[in-house]
């Protein structure tokens, strides 16, 4: 099963994906508020709304109003021995806010802040239902599904300080979709990411690469505090990031970013 966030003329709705056609789901305004419903499979699946193609809707980002965005650094096993470091022991997190999520075709734009402005092609994890102080088994049954992210960084301000967050937290800068493929629809262990500039590929990776799983990050984070239904877990993005070339290469207006994950789809980027 495969869920999407779709504009209307009166705001978003919840939609079903049938190989291309989208089929409303009456009652629902986004993927996050149908994830709150217990059998929300059972009303997607008998959803009956209206139906348009793919191609003809506008996407919205996947959950408008997660109570959590929980980000990743530092989680793919290569990249990080080819920074030379040593793995660590514990996940690297930080947060994002609602307010900094837009659509997967919505345009980013190039601030006058920072001309650091850099792209990290990242796997999410969607919760299906509320998580606390759960082991990984358990966690595993918390996981609706998986969506596409670009954590586009500001890098001059994330690097202001030791801590990141100034730098992955401006408004509307992190595209998020087309659609969330659910935990039975989607194979981490076969799936690869790939990234691209202007056609370009910057980022091509294995998902399965990852070090801390997703199980084990809605495990280790609800440790801490619950996950609700529509929360989402960037896990990291690998090696090929603008700021780690020689010489760096940042994103500026014009640009066009893509971010494609195989058996989820693309979130397409213009930078204006």
Known sequence: MRLATVRTGGG????????????????????GSLLAQENWREIAGNATGRERRMGEAGLH?????????????????????????????????????????????????????????????????VVGRTAYRVGEDEAEECIAGFTVANDISMRGWQYRSTEWLQGKIWARSTPVGPVMAASDDF????????????????????????????????AYVST????????????????????ARTPQQYLKAG????????GIGTVSTPIV
Not at 255 to 262: A, C, K, P
């Open 224 to 243: 801490m505090l619950p996950l609700r239904p529509g929360d989402l877990i960037l896990t990291g993005t690998p090696g090929g990031v603008g700021r």
């Open 61 to 125: 980002t996947l959950v408008p109003n997660p109570s959590k965005v929980l980000c990743t650094g530092l989680n793919y096993t290569s990249h990080i021995q080819e920074m030379g470091r040593d793995l660590p022991a514990y996940p690297t997190l930080f947060a994002k806010f609602a307010d900094s999520l837009t659509g997967p075709t919505d345009p980013v734009e190039a601030v006058a802040e920072d001309p650091e402005m850099d792209w990290e092609g990242e796997l999410a994890v």
């Open 12 to 31: 978003t709705v919840a939609a079903r994906l049938d190989g291309e056609v989208l089929t409303e789901i009456p009652g629902y305004g986004d993927v």
């Open 187 to 218: 194979d981490p262990a076969t799936a690869v990411l790939r990234t691209t500039v202007n056609g370009v590929p910057v980022q091509e990776h294995r998902i399965a690469d990852l070090l801390f799983t997703p199980a084990h990050l809605v």
């Open 255 to 262: 640009d066009r970013v893509e971010v494609t994950i195989d």
